[in-house]
C-alpha cells in the first residue's frame, strides 16, 4: 500500500508539472524511504527542475529492496540532482531507474550508494553535462549523448563497476575514473574535437576505446595489475596517451589517418 500511494503521488506530480502552461521553472523535490518506490517524472518546460543541487530528490531503500525513478524532459535548461541510498537501489523487478534529457543547457548529477547499483541516462542536444557517482559493488551505467559540446564524468569506486558510454556529435567530453577491481569500461566517441581521458586504479581493469573523426584526443591510464586497453582512433590529426603501470598489462591501440600522434608507457 505504501509503494502504491507513493507511486500514484508521483506520477500526478509528472501529470502536473508536464501539463503546467507557465512558461517558468516547474520542480519536484521528494525525499522517500522504504523498500521498492517507484517515481515517475515527466517535464516539457523551460528550466523545469527534478532536485537542486545541494537539495536533491532523495531515495532510501529502507530494510532491503530497489527504489526506481524515470525521468524525461524535453526544456531547455533542464535540472536532474538525485541521491539513491541503500543495497541495490535503482533496480527492482527487472526494472532500471533512467534520466532522458532532450534540450539544451540541461543538466544531470546523479550520486548511488550501496550496492547492486544501475542507472540509464541519455541527453541529446548541447552543452549538455552528465554526471553519475557510485560507490560500492556490481555498478553499472549506460550512458549516452548526442549532440555538441557535452560532457560526462564518471567515478565509480568498489568492484564490478561497468560503464557503457556512447557520444555523437562534435566537442564531446568523457571522463571516468574507476577505484577498485574488475571494473570496465567501453567509450564510443564519433565526430569532431571529442576527448576522452580515463583513470582505473585497481587490477583486472579494462577499457575499449573508439574514437572516429577529426581533431580527436584520448589519454587511457591504468595503475593496477592485469590491466588492458584496447583504443581504435580513425581519422586525421589525432592524438593518444596510453600510461600502463605494473606488471602484466596491455595495451593495443590503432590509429588510422594522418597526423596522428601516440605514447606509450608501460
Given at each position: 500500500m505504501k509503494r502504491t500511494l507513493f507511486a500514484s503521488v508521483a506520477i500526478a506530480i509528472a501529470i502536473a508539472v508536464a501539463g503546467s502552461a507557465s512558461p517558468g521553472r516547474a520542480s519536484v523535490v521528494s525525499a522517500s524511504s522504504g523498500d521498492n518506490q517507484s517515481l515517475v517524472v515527466l517535464q516539457s518546460g523551460v528550466a523545469d527542475a527534478v532536485g537542486f543541487v545541494g537539495q536533491p530528490v532523495v531515495q532510501e531503500n529502507g530494510g532491503g529492496g530497489g527504489n526506481v525513478i524515470t525521468i524525461t524532459q524535453s526544456g531547455v535548461g533542464s535540472i536532474v540532482a538525485l541521491q539513491q541510498t541503500g543495497a541495490f537501489n535503482g533496480v527492482a523487478a527487472g526494472l532500471v531507474s533512467s534520466v532522458a534529457q532532450s534540450a539544451d543547457s540541461s543538466s544531470i548529477a546523479i550520486v548511488q550508494n550501496g550496492d547492486g547499483n544501475g542507472f540509464q541516462v541519455t541527453q541529446a542536444g548541447s552543452a549538455n553535462a552528465l554526471s553519475l557517482s557510485q560507490q560500492g559493488a556490481a555498478n553499472t551505467a549506460k550512458l549516452s549523448q548526442a549532440g555538441s559540446a557535452q560532457s560526462i564524468t564518471v567515478q565509480q569506486s568498489g568492484a564490478n563497476n561497468e560503464v557503457d558510454a556512447s557520444q555523437t556529435g562534435s566537442g564531446q567530453f568523457l571522463l571516468a575514473a574507476q577505484t577498485g577491481d574488475g571494473n570496465l569500461l567501453v567509450s564510443s566517441q564519433s565526430g569532431a574535437d571529442n576527448s576522452?581521458?580515463?583513470?582505473?586504479?585497481?587490477?583486472?581493469?579494462?577499457?575499449?576505446?573508439?574514437?572516429?573523426?577529426?581533431?580527436?584526443?584520448?589519454?587511457?591510464?591504468?595503475?593496477?595489475?592485469?590491466?588492458?586497453?584496447?583504443?581504435?582512433?580513425?581519422?586525421?590529426?589525432?592524438?593518444?596517451?596510453?600510461?600502463?603501470?605494473?606488471?602484466?598489462?596491455?595495451?593495443?591501440?590503432?590509429?588510422?589517418g594522418s597526423g596522428a600522434v601516440l605514447t606509450l608507457r608501460q
Open positions: 576522452l581521458a580515463t583513470t582505473q586504479t585497481g587490477k583486472s581493469n579494462a577499457i575499449y576505446a573508439t574514437q572516429a573523426g577529426t581533431a580527436l584526443y584520448a589519454s587511457l591510464t591504468q595503475n593496477g595489475n592485469d590491466n588492458m586497453i584496447s583504443g581504435v582512433q580513425s581519422g586525421d590529426h589525432n592524438s593518444a596517451t596510453v600510461t600502463q603501470l605494473s606488471n602484466g598489462n596491455t595495451a593495443v591501440y590503432t590509429q588510422q
